[in-house]
């Protein structure tokens, strides 16, 4: 059964649209659930014939197996899993609603009672000292005979380990702060030219970069949503969906050395500085070939490409924003700091901070407010006054210019992302641009959007800054229908590989909990 | 060798680091005024644009210095009154201490946030307290206090040339009573982690630091009038704390008291306190621990009641008293 949300509650099978001995296709929706919220779709995880096994009306937690997929039917169904339902289910809490073929191997014959996932992953149940004990002398737990209660790895049993094989390495001392030895003199301005640029609507290249940037922003949210649902994928989606412009277009206005706080909502803001698609990806994942080592999940900080990372406290990068600034004012370079925000987070008390701050101290800053009519789970009535017209007018207080235009317009954005980063460049403080747009998705990956009309969704979709871009393009000739379509193809494409090989990277192990504390500052 | 007010040797690491390195600044409110006067006359000397004023508003500010961390300068932010660091709660806790973890060590967070702190003042409810106990267990921050201006100036130093954030609360009572004694001339560095231990004893070890641990000394004075001998342990910073320096100490006198000036549940006497009931320092005792430490109470403002609540020599002996007889 699929994770709905952060519901664990039980969750009604409404409807097969497959039957038992069935040849399924991976991504195919076989089937429909229903929680107290939502109905969602259950997608095939890999191609093969289907075992059901949970009827109709039946009920089960997500995690709970409901169907087997194998290479043929007959190995679906002699596939070992536990019926629905049975007290103290042997059932892996994280299985997805189906199983890949490797379920229909039978575990090898498990002298040790290890967990074994139905994905043919094994889970080593330690106890604490032995996997400390494991971890300082580099033991693999899953090599180590277990002989506690109920499989458990004893300390013990590390030390019979450890008897049969050489010392591993000593265990790091405690670690203190690192210290800066001797300082670096302060940087001094660069007077490193800056392109020349044309009007979007005059340079081809850019349309076509502002096109497949929207593309690769949708499909990455896309195909994270598809692995959250297939059980596949920890992490939390916080679409995009209906916003592509706005991180294509103001990405697109910034030089590399120019310093982004992205928003948390989609990944474009990320894809459009050039952060890697596979790194990216593995850290939804999760996984150690993350760009942060599957330690901060969606909280991405990527210092390659200036792209200093987004808290989970929204509101909480426009301050930091506003000291990076201080800091490229201080040190007279001629760089550019700009935050990205939605208007829910504009609306947190470090925004008038920030803005006064950065007026009073005349600070190369760009704030842009995505206004999505959305905050979470409400409408915007919730949150703003009836008659407010917009919300970077607060701008105007402090002295700081503001605009507010179509957010889904993308070579508008661009256009006047660009004259923002130009005038705060050029040393007249701070800017605001307000890009109106609409969330045509949830909050997250399992909300629903049951909080808006869905006549304004209806509307938005029919403003869809992705087609709408695309019929502008065919239309002055960029691009043909077929090159529009491969552009299309290929930001799937690349979003699917990246998918397929983080499922091969390994997960850190349980150890690495306790690795690397000290070179991350952690005492 | 020179006799200097503990403030002193604050405003002299202030401007020593500030003079060594062109991106230390500080930040604050009204700095440039200053409050008890640490930062008075380093605007002059160093100009406006590396001492800041900032508007209120502590969350704020402790996040721009973040920004501007981030960024490779090392800014100095002082909070008026340790008890407005929970203001600025969110950026410290959640975005100070955690970034350099969350992004596998991509950033280093050089940030000192320097805070007045303490009672003794019958200043009340808010600018009073000892709020080192809130930050205790924020993993990624370490917090130092010093008890002398050789520790004031040393540890300073060290903390602005930490490339990890740090937590630095100066006792209100040890800069305005002009407490002074010798600071080591030149380059003064003190390490961080690693405890002093201010009184050699036999009979009982007794963990201070910040301003108890003046009260201690005074309590060992007394009592070896008594033929008890104390030995004062004073950790220095009790994060990274240096557990081996005071359980040696406890090895020895086999008799732990913990004085501290923050609210007795869950601080570093609790913290001690559980340490030595675990493993084999669980045998180390002799007797059982004592802690001495404020009530779970706000600061009452009238100085009657306010010296009533915080922890002093008096209270520490009574302690001894408990864990000899």
Known sequence: ?523 | MAVVKYMDALTDALREEMQRDDRVFLLGEDIRVSNLGITAGLAEEFGTERVVDTPIHENALVGVAMGAALEGMRPVVEIMFSDFALLAADQIVNQVAQWRYMTQGQYEVPLVIRMPTGGGFAYGLHHSQSTETHFFQTPGLPIAMPSTPADAKGLLKTAIRSNDPVLFLEHMLLCLQNAESDVPDGDHLVPFGEAAVRREGSDVTVVAFGAMVNQALIAAETLAEQGVSVEVVDPRTIVPLDAETIFASVAKTNRLVIIEESRIRGGLGAELAAQAAAGDNFFLLDAPIERVAAPNIPVPSTSQLEQAYLPDAGKLIAAIHRTLA
């Open chain 1, 1 to 523: 059964m699929p994770k709905v949300g952060m519901s664990t509650s039980e969750m009604v099978l409404q409807e097969w649209l497959v039957t038992s001995g069935d040849a399924v296709v991976e991504d195919q929706v076989i089937a429909m659930v229903e929680s107290e919220k939502t109905v969602v779709e259950v997608e095939a995880v890999c191609d093969g014939f289907i075992d059901i096994r949970l009827d109709e009306g039946g009920e089960a937690v997500p995690g709970e197996l409901i169907a087997v997929i194998a290479e043929s039917a007959e190995a679906a169904r002699d596939a070992r899993g536990t019926a629905p339902g049975s007290a103290g289910s042997a059932a892996p809490a994280r299985v997805p609603a189906t199983v890949s073929t490797a379920v229909a191997a039978e575990p090898d014959a498990v002298s040790k009672e290890r967990v074994v996932m139905l994905d043919g992953s094994q889970r080593v149940v330690a106890t604490p000292a032995a996997q400390r004990l494991a971890e300082q002398h580099g033991i693999d737990l899953s090599d180590v005979d277990a002989t506690g209660p109920k499989g458990r790895v004893t300390k013990a049993d590390v030390e019979q380990a450890l008897a049969g094989a050489a010392a591993g390495p000593a265990p790091a001392p405690d670690s203190l702060p690192t210290v800066d030895e001797a300082p670096e003199p302060m940087s001094r301005p660069e007077s490193r030219p800056r392109p020349e640029r044309l009007p979007a609507s005059n340079d081809p290249g850019l349309q076509r970069t502002l096109h497949r940037e929207m593309l690769r922003a949708r499909a990455l949210d896309e195909g994270h949503m598809r692995l959250i649902r297939r059980g596949r994928c920890e992490s939390m989606s916080h679409p995009a969906t209906g916003q592509e412009a706005i991180s294509a277009g103001i990405t697109a206005a910034l030089e590399p050395d120019d310093i982004l706080y992205p928003t948390f909502r989609g990944f474009g803001d990320y894809l459009g500085r050039g952060t890697d698609m596979n790194a990216l990806v593995a850290e939804l994942m999760g996984r150690q070939t993350g760009i942060n080592r599957g330690v901060g999940g969606i909280h991405l900080g990527d210092r390659e490409h200036n792209t200093h990372g987004v808290s989970g406290v929204l509101g909480a990068n426009l301050t930091m924003a506003a000291g990076s600034a201080q800091a490229v004012k201080m040190r007279g370079q001629a760089r550019v700091v700009m935050v990205h925000v939605g208007e829910g987070a504009f609306n947190t008390p470090d925004s008038h901070a920030t803005m006064n701050m950065a007026a009073i101290w005349g600070l190369p800053l760009v704030i842009i407010v995505a206004n999505n009519q959305v905050v979470e789970f409400s409408y915007h009535d919730v949150h703003f006054p009836p008659d407010a017209e917009g919300v970077g007018s607060r701008a105007g207080y402090y002295g700081i210019p503001n605009e507010c235009v179509d957010g889904n317009d993308v070579e508008l954005v661009y256009g006047e992302a660009l004259e923002a980063v130009e005038a705060a460049r050029s040393g007249n403080g701070p800017v605001l641009l307000e890009l109106v747009t609409c969330r045509i998705a949830g909050h997250f990956d399992a909300d629903p959007l049951t909080y808006i009309d869905d006549g304004l969704v209806e509307e938005w979709k029919g403003r869809d800054p992705i087609s709408r871009y695309e019929a502008i393009l065919i239309q002055r000739g960029t691009m043909d229908a077929g090159a529009v379509e491969a552009a299309r193809a290929a930001a799937r494409e690349e979003v699917d590989t990246a998918f397929k090989r983080a499922l091969e990277d390994e997960l850190p192990s349980a150890g690495y909990v306790f690795e690397n504390l000290a070179e991350t500052g952690v005492l």
